[in-house]
């Protein structure tokens, strides 16, 4: 009996230790998870503050690559036109941006197309944006001066502006047959005005 007795309380005694070893495992895991969490922690505090020094990623350049857009569009409009006028090209380009983008301008621009006098002030606006293309602003000038003339070198323009076809389809007509030109320009403002103003032209046709 005692060497039964003796070989179960050995047992127990294995048992303990056995359970003693897995326990101090445990600890030491458990150690290790809090320690990797409390780095991990500390790796996404790092981030966060890295994260503030950055600057949001969009919101800075959207404009410029708005601008870009619209620039790359019209230097594929300006290639085309400077194959008919090099240098005329690029500022009727500017002016197409500040068309789309300044409908005021647009505006203008047929105010002075249904205006002849007062044409010429409003384009001289558009020469001082192609004042660095000398060559441009007197054939506008000479547009403006000059009506038939004018028909001719806008519609060099036209060849320029071909890529906005509704504006030009419509300025040619405006400046092949002048009284129609004041009718289609209104039509321009129409479509130019629809986010507000009355450009004085038959509101049956808006509300179609």
Known sequence: MRGWEEDEGEKEEGKKEERRADEGKEGAKGRQETEKQGGSAGRGAERGSMGLLEPPPHHHH?????QQQQQQQQQQQQQQQQQQQQQQQQQQQQQQQQQQQQQQQ????QQQQQQQQQQQQQQQQQQQQQQ???QQQQQQQQQQQQ???QQQQQQQQQQQQQ???QQQQQQQQQQQQQQQQQQQQQQQQQ???ELGG???GDPGVKRR
Not at 62 to 66: G, L, M, S, W, Y
Not at 106 to 109: G, H, S
């Open 62 to 66: 959207q404009q410029q690559q708005q």
């Open 106 to 109: 647009q505006q203008q621009q």
């Open 132 to 134: 660095q293309q000398q």
């Open 147 to 149: 009506q038939q003339q």
């Open 163 to 165: 890529q906005q076809q």
């Open 191 to 193: 479509q130019q005005q």
């Open 198 to 200: 009355h450009s004085g």
